[in-house]
């Protein structure tokens, strides 16, 4: 069964620093990988997504993230936040047959970003 | 606008009294699923459909049900709420396709519902 590891619960940066989010995923057979941003009283938006190809993602608002099969991570990176980058992220990887679209969430990681 | 509307927005209630949480999306999509959101757990999933007259439980179906009589429509049901049902509550729909194609269309999020049961 899959299943995902958000390594950190808070992630504090100052604003223009870069910040990583760190994601593991575990799983016996071929994965796709997502990663979602929570704005505050918002539902989730998607911010990036791998299913093949290129392992490393570009997505919206300058983030990237790389797929590491042999470490079976899926880090989110941004090399200079923004205060408004403040929200709560959440790495998810596919579960169950690929017929039922299932997503199953990471804990979520906390980005606060200072000025 | 394509969107997905949750409704509503809180909900106060006390134990036992059945009470409906609505969603609705605008986009056609086949696939609506239901999750709930606690601190440091993220979001499980509770109940899915894959398309009209098609539910499946998710991870934590207990005390919940749902219906989908219509492709636009998903609402959530908890006939006898219970204080451990207090949570944040997230409707989602996107289309199918086969394969990594079912991934390909991303999931649409409502805004949620914040439910307390007392």
């Known amino acids: 069964a899959q299943s995902v590891t958000q390594l950190d619960s808070q992630v504090p940066v100052f604003e223009e620093a870069p910040v990583e989010l760190r994601c593991n995923y575990s799983?016996?057979?071929?994965?796709?990988l997502f990663w979602y941003v929570q704005y505050p009283n918002q539902g989730l938006q998607l911010l990036l997504k791998y299913l093949s190809g290129s392992t490393l993602v570009k997505g919206i608002n300058g983030f990237e993230a790389e797929f590491n099969k042999s470490q079976t991570s899926f880090h989110l990176r941004k090399p200079s936040v923004h205060i408004s980058d403040t929200a709560e992220y959440f790495c998810a990887v596919s579960g169950g047959s690929s017929n039922t679209g299932k997503l199953i969430f990471g804990q979520g990681t906390t980005l606060q970003v200072k000025p | 606008e394509a969107q997905v509307t949750q409704n509503p927005r809180y909900l106060i209630t006390v134990t036992g009294k059945k009470l409906t949480v609505t969603c609705s999306q605008n986009m056609n999509h086949e696939y609506m699923s239901w999750y709930r959101q606690d601190p440091g757990l993220g979001l499980r999933q509770i109940y899915y459909?894959?398309?009209?007259?098609?539910?499946d439980k998710g991870d934590v179906p207990e005390g919940y049900k749902v219906s989908r009589k219509e492709k636009r429509n998903f609402p959530l049901i908890l006939e006898s709420p219970s204080p451990n049902q207090t949570s944040l509550y997230f409707c989602?729909?996107?289309?199918?396709?086969?394969?990594?194609?079912?991934?390909?269309?991303?999931?649409?999020f409502g805004n949620g519902t914040r439910l307390t049961v007392t």
């Open positions: 799983s016996s057979v071929s994965v796709y």
């Open positions: 989602a729909s996107r289309s199918t396709g086969r394969g990594a194609g079912s991934y390909n269309s991303p999931l649409h």
């Open positions: 459909s894959m398309n009209v007259e098609v539910t």
